[in-house]
């Protein structure tokens, strides 16, 4: 392998480790993909008229991919990065209102939500409540 070879391939792997923290929509996988086939294939001794359609449909296939599942892969390597306007309420104060099915009914600036509640806390209607966090998409409070 001649050092061109070897520094197309780096910068291949370099431009696929990029697309995970770089939003792209895939054309930097895609990119770093193709360099990599057309450069195997050129190591391999395949014609240049060969090895450069096959780099374009590995290119297309993987921006194919990333654009079908690159938010759900997106989302389980990084779901704390994942921000929502929830995340806002956290360490507000509210107001317990009254036992829930699934926990505990609150008012935290005024909208009601119900509410996990804290271990070890015991909340009784009408107690002075901070939101602590999120959890299952509900708030999880603990008496004030």
Same mark, same amino acid.
């Not at 923290?21 to 895609?30: A, K, Q, V, Y």
């Not at 990599?36 to 374009?56: T, Y």
């Not at 590995?58 to 990333?66: H, N, P, Q, R, S």
């Not at 935290?108 to 901070?130: C, K, M, N, R, Y």
């Given at each position: 392998?001649?050092?061109?070879?070897?520094?197309?391939?780096?910068?291949?792997?370099? &431009?696929?480790?990029?697309? +995970?923290? /770089?939003?792209? $929509?895939?054309?930097? #996988?895609?990119?770093?993909?193709? %360099?990599? !086939?057309?450069?195997?294939?050129?190591?391999?001794?395949?014609?240049?008229?060969?090895?450069?359609?096959?780099?374009?449909?590995?290119? &297309?296939?993987?921006?194919? +991919?990333? /654009?079908?599942? $690159?938010?759900?892969? #997106?989302?389980?390597?990084?779901? %704390?990065? !994942?921000?929502?306007?929830?995340?806002?309420?956290?360490?507000?104060?509210?107001?317990?209102?009254?036992?829930?099915?699934?926990?505990? &009914?609150?008012?935290?600036?005024?909208?009601?939500?119900?509410?996990?509640?804290?271990?070890?806390?015991?909340?009784?209607?009408?107690?002075?409540?901070?939101?602590?966090?999120?959890?299952?998409?509900?708030?999880?409070?603990?008496?004030?």
């Amino acid at each position: 392998m001649d050092t061109w070879t070897l520094v197309i391939v780096l910068s291949g792997l370099a &431009l696929v480790i990029m697309d +995970v923290f /770089i939003p792209s $929509g895939g054309l930097l #996988s895609g990119l770093g993909i193709a %360099a990599i !086939i057309e450069r195997g294939l050129a190591a391999m001794g395949v014609a240049g008229s060969v090895r450069w359609p096959l780099a374009a449909v590995g290119m &297309l296939a993987t921006v194919a +991919v990333v /654009i079908r599942f $690159g938010e759900r892969m #997106s989302e389980a390597l990084f779901p %704390a990065r !994942i921000k929502t306007n929830l995340d806002r309420i956290v360490g507000l104060p509210g107001r317990a209102v009254r036992p829930a099915e699934e926990g505990y &009914l609150v008012e935290i600036e005024g909208d009601f939500w119900t509410a996990h509640v804290e271990p070890g806390s015991v909340l009784t209607p009408g107690q002075a409540v901070v939101v602590v966090a999120f959890v299952d998409q509900m708030p999880l409070v603990r008496a004030a």
